[in-house]
């Protein structure tokens, strides 16, 4: 029911700049937290930023002061990423937690995680 759909992804020389944007669609749900997680070959997958619905947010250390979530409404994530290094090359995965709702507007069941399929963030000379 709920789907994440990511762009932005791609090749970008260090210094440079890239935004990553995120839209869930679907019907039936309240989205809360939103965020970006990234993956490099041979790692563990690890969070990069999360926004809450009220704009809290919060980052890994490795990307404090370059990169910047933000949200335009309550089902859309961007990932405004300065300053780009080596060490980000990875896929990028989106990242939204959400409730389900009912036809008479009531959320049931528990909170659940939904993920975008990833789009590549290549930083390279």
């Known amino acids: 029911q709920v789907q994440l759909v990511e762009s932005g992804g791609g090749l970008v020389q260090p210094g440079g700049t890239l935004r990553l944007s995120c839209a869930a669609s679907?019907?039936?749900?309240?989205?809360?937290?939103m965020g970006w997680y990234r993956q490099a070959p041979g790692k563990q997958r690890e969070l990069v930023a999360i926004?809450?619905?009220?704009?809290?947010t919060n980052y890994a250390e490795a990307v404090k002061g370059r990169f910047i979530i933000s949200r335009e409404g309550a089902k859309t994530v961007d990932l405004q990423m300065n300053s780009l290094e080596f060490e980000d090359t990875a896929v990028y995965y989106c990242?939204?937690?959400?409730?389900?709702?009912?036809?008479?507007?009531?959320?049931?069941?528990?909170?659940?995680?939904?993920w975008g399929q990833g789009t590549q963030v290549t930083v390279s000379s």
């Open positions: 926004i809450n619905v009220g704009g809290s």
């Open positions: 990242y939204g937690k959400a409730s389900r709702v009912s036809p008479n507007g009531r959320e049931f069941g528990s909170l659940a995680a939904y």
């Open positions: 679907g019907s039936g749900f309240n989205m809360y937290d």
